[in-house]
Structures are given as C-alpha cells and as structure tokens.
C-alpha cells in the first residue's frame, strides 16, 4: 500500500456488518464530493467521442451536439435536451446497449417517459437501417403500446435520425455545459449530505 493511502480518513470496517456511525459520515462525504463531479466526468467521456467518425459524416460527439441542437431551437426543455446531448455517450462503454447507458448515468435526474426514450431508442432508430443488417426494422413496434412510443419516435425522427449532417450549424460542448450542470444537480435529503455540507 502507498504512504498517502494510509493518511486518508477512512472507514475502519473489514466488512460493512461491522461499520459504525461514525464510519457511514466519512463513507457520506466521500460519496458527496465524488457526486460533486458526476458532469465533470461526463464531459471528459463525451469529449472521448471527438474525432470517432465510425463510418458516418460527423463522429460521433458531432452527432450528439447535432441532436441536442436540434431539440434545442425547437424548444424543447432542458432535461430533454440535455437527453438528448448524452444519448450515444455509451457508445464506447457500452457498444452492446448504448442506449441503456445513457439511461443509467441520466436515470437519478430525468422523467420516466424520457428515461424510457434513452433505454429504448436503438430499436426505434433501427426503423431506418436494420432491414439493411438483416434485422427487422419494425422491431420497435414491440413497444406499440408503452405510453412512451410516441416520445421516442419523435425523438427519433425529429432529432436523432437527421443529426448526421456536416453542414447544419452546431452548437458546442461548452454551450450545453450550464444545461448539463442544471439537470445533473440532485439534492440529497439525508445525514450524508448534511455532513458533506459541513
């Protein structure tokens, strides 16, 4: 073990049946400033999108500027928008379930209806190309009766599946940060965030 590991203020359990009080408000304000930099963090994956074309006109961080863009200037709320910015951003992660990605990272913030868009989008997006790869395109109509079927092939329509094109006037990284750092901000009602705050 390293010197400044043992310097630490840590909690003294083995196991978590032996941890104190006392141990639970160090483990408390730990989390707390871990929680502190979740969009930070966010920003420096989204940026690991940068320059990742796989294939298309715009790579991937591009795409996901052009969608939130898009939602954006047709008015549509912060939540939405900041969905819609994030929606690809477990393509590197999560290449399998990208989507379901997303939906986990922004899970704590938004609505279920937009919850359930995120998770489920690859099959509405699919529509457009998966009779192409030897797939059913209409697979998202497994979803026709989910009260969120609709959201999600608006958004699909509407933002995602234009959102390739390299010539349509994007906004930046930095201009969605305020959004980001807006809806991304929880509030923990609890001793944890009482000690943190201390």
């Not at 203020?9 to 006392?22: I, K, L, N």
């Not at 160090?26 to 074309?53: N, P």
């Not at 599946?161 to 929880?186: G, I, N, Q, S, W």
């Amino acid at each position: 073990m390293s010197d400044h590991s043992q310097s630490e203020d840590r909690a003294q359990f083995r196991r978590m049946d032996e941890g104190t009080e006392a141990d639970w408000e160090i483990l408390g304000r730990e989390y707390m400033k871990m929680a502190s930099g979740v969009v930070d963090r966010v920003i420096d994956h989204m940026k690991l999108l940068d320059g990742d074309f796989g294939g298309f006109q715009v790579d991937r961080l591009t795409h996901s500027l052009q969608t939130a863009t898009r939602a954006y200037r047709d008015g549509k709320d912060e939540e939405y928008v900041v969905c819609a910015l994030l929606h690809d951003i477990g393509d590197t992660l999560g290449t399998y379930a990208h989507g379901a990605v997303a939906a986990a990272i922004l899970k704590p913030f938004i609505s279920k209806a937009n919850y359930w868009m995120l998770e489920n989008h690859t099959d509405f997006q699919g529509y457009y190309y998966y009779h192409f790869v030897g797939l059913d395109k209409n697979r998202r109509d497994r979803f026709i009766d989910s009260p969120y079927y609709e959201h999600t092939k608006e958004f699909i329509d509407k933002y995602d599946m234009p959102a390739f094109d390299p010539d349509y006037p994007t906004m930046t990284l930095e201009e969605f940060e305020p959004m980001m750092r807006r809806v991304m901000r929880k509030q923990l009602k609890s001793k944890i965030a009482k000690h943190a705050a201390e």
